[in-house]
């Protein structure tokens, strides 16, 4: 059974274009859907199961019908990751799991009146669990908010979805040395920096990063406009890949 992860949305909380810029890349966007960016985001296919990864774009009740997939998986509870809830949560129908870190704040009052959302699937760093076969473990990352990463695993495939992240903390470093995925989809605002910035990565540091992890295929994304004007005009080192918004990933 293979492993199916589609990025639906690989900006950051401006987006690209960026409302108001006229840079080149929010100007080759507005021209070329193809370049535009929604908020960070995917969706996980296994075992006829779906996952939705985080919740940020607006219109999920318009792009998933209820039933059609099984639960939520959020990273954190920043408004950009969980802003489509709060629609959905108005529906009618069964309850829908939400999977995400313990955090007791939450997102404005989706905890107070959670309607249809069921947030007591609470989880904990190293602490592997299952959905529907997949193998989840969520990892801790660096962001200002209490924000989780997941490693997703199959019997025959190995993914790491690491999003919101300014590098890595150790733990979760030395944990994804040993269990090397075969992809690693990452946080990379910037062009490369002399330090790391504050609440995402740049490209340096991914660099630095993935020469202890040694994944072969990493893919970029939570990418912003100012990013994407670099890479207009950078190439990317080998085995890095800016993602985009659609892009399909499949494990056998």
């Known amino acids: ?56 774009l607006h219109d999920l009740t318009e792009r998933w019908p209820a039933g059609s997939f099984q639960q939520f998986l959020l990273t954190h509870y920043h408004m950009d990751h969980v802003q489509g809830l709060f629609p959905l949560r108005w529906g009618v129908g069964e309850k829908v799991p939400v ?8 997102c404005d009052d989706l905890f107070k009146h959670p309607g249809l959302l069921d947030f007591s699937h609470t989880v904990e760093p190293f602490v592997v669990f299952d959905l529907q076969g997949l193998q989840v473990t969520p990892v801790p990352l660096q962001h200002s908010k209490l ?20 590098g890595l903390p150790e733990k979760t470093l030395t944990f994804l040395s040993s269990n090397r995925p075969q992809v690693m989809v990452i946080d990379c605002s910037h062009a490369p920096q002399e330090h790391t910035p504050r609440n995402h990565s740049d490209l340096a540091t991914i660099q630095a990063l993935n020469e202890r992890i040694r994944c072969p295929r990493v893919i970029l994304t939570h990418i912003s406009h100012q990013f994407d004007e670099w890479m207009m005009h950078h190439l990317l080192p080998a085995g890095i890949e800016a993602g985009y918004d659609g892009l399909e990933i499949t494990l056998d």
């Open 147 to 166: 924000t989780f990463g997941y490693l997703l695993e199959t019997p025959h495939s190995r993914v790491a979805w690491l999003s919101d992240t300014a």
């Open 1 to 56: 059974m293979s492993l199916t992860l589609t990025l639906s949305g690989t900006g950051g909380a401006q987006g690209v274009p960026a409302w108001g810029c006229h840079c080149p890349a929010c100007t080759r966007a507005r021209r070329a859907p193809q370049f535009r960016r929604q908020a960070c985001s995917g969706v996980v296919k296994f075992n006829d199961a779906v996952t939705l990864l985080d919740a940020g």
């Open 99 to 106: 999977y995400g870190p313990p955090d007791e704040q939450g």
